[in-house]
C-alpha cells in the first residue's frame, strides 16, 4: 500500500493563494484519482475536490486541483482565500484494491 | 435532498462490540457504495470500509478481522459492528455516500467512546 503525505499546516492572508500539497509514496499518483475534502472545526468533512480536479456543485472555482507526475503529488489551491476557508484538508485516493487512504491532513490558518 | 444520520450506544465497554447504523432519507440506498469513516480525537481521518448496495463489502486491511458493515435496503440503513472493542476505538464515526470517486454526502457523524 502507499502513503500519502501532505504539510501539517500552512497559513495565508486573506485574498492570496494557498496551495496544499500530497505526495504519494509508491506507486504512480496518476493511478488512481486524488479527491480532496474540506473540514471546519467542529463538522464533518465535505468533498472540495475530486477526479483530482473536478469540483462538485457548489464548491466555489477559487478551489481547483491538480496532480503532477514529476513530483508523484497533487496540489489543492485556495485562491482569493477567505475567513471561512480557514480548516482541515485531507487528501484521499484510493488503492489497486479500491480501499481508501487518506493523507493525514493539513491545517489552513487564514492569518 | 439526501441526508444521512448516524446513530447508536454513545459508549462501549472494553471487549465489547461497537455498533453504529447510518439512516439514509431524501433518496435511494441502491446504486452506491456507502462507507464508513472515523476520526479518534484530534486527529485525522480512516476510512474502516465501504458496503456496496448489493452488500459487497470492502475493509481497511489494519481492522478487516474485527470489522462487520451490513446493508438492509429495505430499512434504507447501513451499518457498522466493531467487535473486541479498545479504548484505541474512542471516535467520531462518519458514514457517508460513496459515487465511486467522491464521498458526496456525509452524515454528521456520533462520538463513540470505548471506557469502563
Known amino acids: 500500500n502507499f502513503l500519502l503525505t501532505q504539510p501539517h499546516s500552512v497559513s495565508e492572508f486573506p485574498g492570496r493563494t494557498v496551495t496544499i500539497s500530497c505526495t504519494r509514496s509508491?506507486?504512480?499518483?496518476?493511478?488512481?484519482?486524488v479527491q480532496w475534502s474540506q473540514q471546519r472545526p467542529g463538522s464533518a468533512p465535505t468533498s472540495v475536490i475530486y477526479?483530482?480536479?473536478?469540483?462538485p456543485s457548489g464548491v466555489p472555482d477559487r478551489f481547483s486541483g491538480s496532480i503532477d507526475t514529476s513530483t508523484n503529488s497533487a496540489s489543492l489551491t485556495i485562491s482569493g482565500l477567505k475567513t471561512e476557508d480557514e480548516a482541515d484538508y485531507y487528501c484521499?485516493?484510493?488503492?489497486?484494491?479500491?480501499?481508501?487512504?487518506f493523507g493525514g491532513g493539513t491545517k489552513l490558518t487564514v492569518l | 435532498q439526501m441526508q444521512l444520520q448516524e446513530s447508536g450506544p454513545g459508549l462501549v465497554k472494553p471487549s465489547e462490540t461497537l455498533s453504529v447504523t447510518c439512516n439514509v432519507s431524501?433518496?435511494?440506498?441502491?446504486?452506491?457504495?456507502w462507507a464508513w469513516i472515523r476520526q479518534s480525537p484530534g486527529k485525522g481521518l480512516e476510512w474502516i470500509g465501504y458496503?456496496?448496495?448489493?452488500?459487497?463489502?470492502n475493509y481497511n486491511l489494519s481492522l478487516r478481522s474485527r470489522v462487520t458493515i451490513s446493508v438492509d435496503t429495505s430499512k434504507s440503513h447501513f451499518s457498522l459492528r466493531l467487535k473486541s472493542a479498545s479504548a484505541a476505538d474512542t471516535a467520531v464515526y462518519y458514514c457517508?455516500?460513496?459515487?465511486?470517486?467522491?464521498?458526496?454526502?456525509w452524515g454528521r457523524g456520533i462520538l463513540v467512546t470505548v471506557s469502563s
Open positions: 457517508a455516500r460513496d459515487t465511486g470517486s467522491h464521498y458526496d454526502y
Open positions: 431524501g433518496g435511494s440506498i441502491d446504486k452506491y457504495y
Open positions: 458496503v456496496y448496495y448489493n452488500g459487497v463489502t
Open positions: 509508491s506507486g504512480s499518483i496518476a493511478s488512481n484519482y
Open positions: 477526479e483530482d480536479d473536478q469540483r
Open positions: 484521499q485516493s484510493y488503492d489497486s484494491g479500491n480501499r481508501m487512504v
